[in-house]
Nanobody, 112 residues
Framework: QVQVVESGGGLVQPGGSLRLSCTASGSAFSIGYMRWYRQPPGKEREFVASIRWSSGSTSYADSVKGRFSISRDNAANTVYLQMDSLRPEDAAVYYC?????WGQGTQVTVSS
């Protein structure tokens, strides 16, 4: 069974940057994809970005293209989400997904 733990959320001013981390752990598992989702207040959870573990190929939601970057550390089973030029509408709880496992979420607040 896979466990997923996110970290790195916090409060940032508009235009600022944050980097989220997510580490997957467990016994005898392999990673297909790791994905980031977010859930803004009062809204449904939405896809943000994904990375295919074997190839490193990435995919992004249109709303974050050019501002967010997903990367991985294979040896550490860790995925990162570098978020630049943050906007108030990026504020949400960010969740990491690995295979069928979800983390507990990390809060990102964008406010002056």
């Amino acid at each position: 069974q896979v466990q997923v733990v996110e970290s790195g959320g916090g409060l940032v001013q508009p235009g600022g940057s944050l980097r989220l981390s997510c580490t997957a752990s467990g016994s005898a598992f392999s990673i297909g994809y790791m994905r980031w989702y977010r859930q803004p207040p009062g809204k449904e959870r939405e896809f943000v970005a994904s990375i295919r573990w074997s190839s490193g190929s990435t995919s992004y939601a249109d709303s974050v293209k050019g501002r967010f970057s997903i990367s991985r550390d294979n040896a550490a089973n860790t995925v990162y989400l570098q978020m630049d030029s943050l906007r108030p509408e990026d504020a949400a709880v960010y969740y990491c997904n690995c295979n069928t496992a979800w983390g507990q979420g990390t809060q990102v607040t964008v406010s002056s």
